[in-house]
């Protein structure tokens, strides 16, 4: 029998540490990251973020700042938002909240379409570079925020928005002849879409999420097809050097037995597998991810929970490879890993995804942010030589101390979103069965 988590509404904290943590992203950690969108710490790389979305909206003259991402930096902060005042309301915070979401359906375009480097930047270069410029990854992190707002407060006004950006997105991609048969190099809008199907109901966005997984990795490669299509060349990519690999777009989903690539895109993906084969009694999918589940926790994990070895493309590498000092082990894939571990669980009710869920959250999560909500690690190695970090290039990606923001800044708001979340990971049911995941104390 499939459990499912008890509504974080439904759990309130008690919990020392823990508690604290939500204190701390609530009152700490949001209205920092707030400053840093809005370019008003000092001393650190600028984000631009929210200026984007003006400039988007033709409020605003400049030009497009930051990453081909930097949208996603907002979606995850409103998605943290929405937690805490799902669990707490506050009028202030949501009203700041409210003013980004009109702001971020005044930048939306007229036939739906939502993602600000290329309404200002590039507008003819829209779709045209699924692999490398994250348009769906975007998507996908503001529909999780549309999904969590409306369900911490009932508003709509954003998830009108999403839903009309999906449908958009169905329209545009699809195995149909007249549709693109393309998917994103960076999976994240696969497990958004079976969030956004289970608020609104509406099909058509499971088997969207259902398509984009099915299609990965098929012949002919989409990857090789629109490099084609393009008059110039891609920028310069981890994709070009490691292959379609990095992407987990080798092979079909099916056909993958072990994790391959970018440590963050391949746990997005697997959470996002894991919700559709649950969602439609996929037998042959789950078999698929348990089998991933085991090489990823049993051969590829550090014992901190924390994945993905190498620096050179984030990425897993092969069996048992976990040095110490040059790991890579990124926060945001401590973070993904509990989100697949969480949906394991769910699938399977066994106690060995909690255990991953928990040294993960303990360990490769807490480690990515101070105890003051202001400064993070983006890199987290198990040993740390400070004077080897300046001069070693192999090293040059491990900080001895944490950072006030980055330039390319998707771990903070990441930690920020999962800490403010907590309570939904405690708890879960069945219809005679109330199951304790984690040793919080809580009502």
């Given at each position: 029998?499939?459990?499912?988590?008890?509504?974080?509404?439904?759990?309130?904290?008690?919990?020392?540490?823990?508690?604290?943590?939500?204190?701390?992203?609530?009152?700490?950690?949001?209205?920092?990251?707030?400053?840093?969108?809005?370019?008003?710490?000092?001393?650190?790389?600028?984000?631009?973020?929210?200026?984007?979305?003006?400039?988007?909206?033709?409020?605003?003259?400049?030009?497009?700042?930051?990453?081909?991402?930097?949208?996603?930096?907002?979606?995850?902060?409103?998605?943290?938002?929405?937690?805490?005042?799902?669990?707490?309301?506050?009028?202030?915070?949501?009203?700041?909240?409210?003013?980004?979401?009109?702001?971020?359906?005044?930048?939306?375009?007229?036939?739906?379409?939502?993602?600000?480097?290329?309404?200002?930047?590039?507008?003819?270069?829209?779709?045209?570079?699924?692999?490398?410029?994250?348009?769906?990854?975007?998507?996908?992190?503001?529909?999780?925020?549309?999904?969590?707002?409306?369900?911490?407060?009932?508003?709509?006004?954003?998830l009108?928005?999403?839903?009309?950006?999906?449908?958009?997105?169905?329209?545009?991609?699809?195995?149909?002849?007249?549709?693109?048969?393309?998917?994103?190099?960076?999976?994240?809008?696969?497990?958004?879409?079976?969030?956004?199907?289970?608020?609104?109901?509406?099909?058509?966005?499971?088997?969207?999420?259902?398509?984009?997984?099915?299609?990965?990795?098929?012949?002919?490669?989409?990857?090789?097809?629109?490099?084609?299509?393009?008059?110039?060349?891609?920028?310069?990519?981890?994709?070009?050097?490691?292959?379609?690999?990095?992407?987990q777009?080798?092979l079909?989903?099916?056909?993958q037995?072990?994790?391959?690539?970018?440590?963050?895109?391949?746990?997005?993906l697997?959470?996002?597998v894991?919700?559709?084969?649950?969602?439609?009694?996929?037998?042959?999918?789950?078999?698929?991810?348990?089998?991933?589940?085991?090489?990823?926790?049993?051969?590829?994990m550090y014992?901190t929970?924390?994945?993905?070895?190498?620096?050179?493309?984030?990425?897993?590498?092969?069996?048992?490879?976990?040095?110490?000092?040059?790991?890579?082990?990124?926060?945001?894939?401590?973070?993904?890993?509990?989100?697949?571990?969480?949906?394991?669980?769910?699938?399977?009710?066994?106690?060995?995804?909690?255990?991953?869920?928990?040294?993960?959250?303990?360990?490769?999560?807490?480690?990515?942010?101070?105890?003051?909500?202001?400064?993070?690690f983006?890199?987290?190695?198990?040993?740390?030589?400070?004077?080897?970090?300046?001069?070693r290039?192999?090293?040059?990606?491990?900080?001895?101390?944490?950072?006030?923001?980055?330039?390319?800044?998707?771990?903070?708001?990441n930690?920020?979103?999962?800490?403010?979340?907590?309570?939904?990971?405690?708890?879960?049911?069945?219809?005679?069965?109330?199951?304790?995941?984690?040793?919080?104390?809580?009502?």
């Open positions: 029998m499939k459990a499912k988590p008890i509504s974080p509404t439904a759990v309130k904290l008690k919990d020392k540490l823990w508690n604290e943590r939500f204190r701390l992203v609530k009152e700490e950690v949001i209205p920092y990251q707030w400053d840093s969108l809005n370019d008003r710490i000092p001393g650190v790389p600028p984000s631009h973020a929210i200026e984007n979305f003006r400039i988007a909206a033709g409020e605003s003259e400049g030009e497009f700042f930051g990453m081909v991402f930097q949208d996603s930096d907002v979606a995850k902060w409103l998605e943290a938002v929405s937690y805490v005042l799902a669990t707490e309301p506050d009028a202030k915070l949501e009203e700041t909240a409210d003013d980004v979401i009109e702001l971020i359906a005044r930048a939306q375009q007229e036939d739906g379409y939502l993602n600000t480097y290329f309404t200002v930047a590039e507008p003819e270069k829209r779709w045209t570079n699924l692999r490398d410029w994250h348009e769906l990854y975007c998507a996908g992190h503001m529909m999780e925020a549309a999904v969590a707002y409306y369900e911490a407060t009932g508003k709509r006004k954003l009108d928005v999403m839903c009309r950006f999906a449908d958009y997105i169905a329209e545009v991609f699809g195995p149909e002849p007249d549709k693109m048969q393309g998917y994103p190099g960076h999976p994240e809008i696969e497990l958004a879409l079976v969030r956004l199907y289970h608020a609104t109901g509406k099909e058509r966005y499971l088997n969207l999420s259902k398509y984009f997984i099915d299609q990965r990795g098929q012949q002919p490669h989409w990857y090789e097809i629109e490099a084609k299509g393009r008059e110039d060349a891609p920028r310069r990519h981890p994709h070009d050097y490691l292959g379609p690999a990095y992407s777009a080798h079909p989903i099916r056909q037995t072990t994790a391959e690539g970018h440590s963050v895109r391949a746990l997005y697997f959470s996002g894991t919700d559709v084969a649950a969602e439609t009694d996929d037998k042959e999918l789950l078999e698929v991810c348990r089998q991933l589940w085991d090489n990823v926790t049993n051969r590829r014992v929970g924390a994945v993905g070895s190498d620096h050179f493309g984030e990425r897993f590498t092969f069996d048992y490879d976990l040095p110490n000092d040059r790991a890579y082990t990124e926060t945001c894939a401590s973070i993904a890993l509990v989100f697949w571990a969480h949906r394991m669980l769910h699938v399977d009710l066994d106690g060995k995804y909690t255990d991953v869920l928990e040294r993960s959250l303990y360990n490769g999560v807490l480690s990515g942010i101070s105890l003051d909500g202001k400064s993070f983006y890199v987290n190695p198990l040993e740390v030589w400070p004077k080897a970090c300046s001069a290039n192999d090293l040059r990606h491990v900080k001895p101390v944490r950072q006030g923001w980055f330039s390319c800044a998707c771990c903070p708001p930690v920020a979103r999962l800490l403010a979340s907590l309570p939904h990971y405690v708890y879960s049911y069945t219809s005679d069965t109330a199951y304790v995941h984690l040793y919080v104390a809580s009502e």
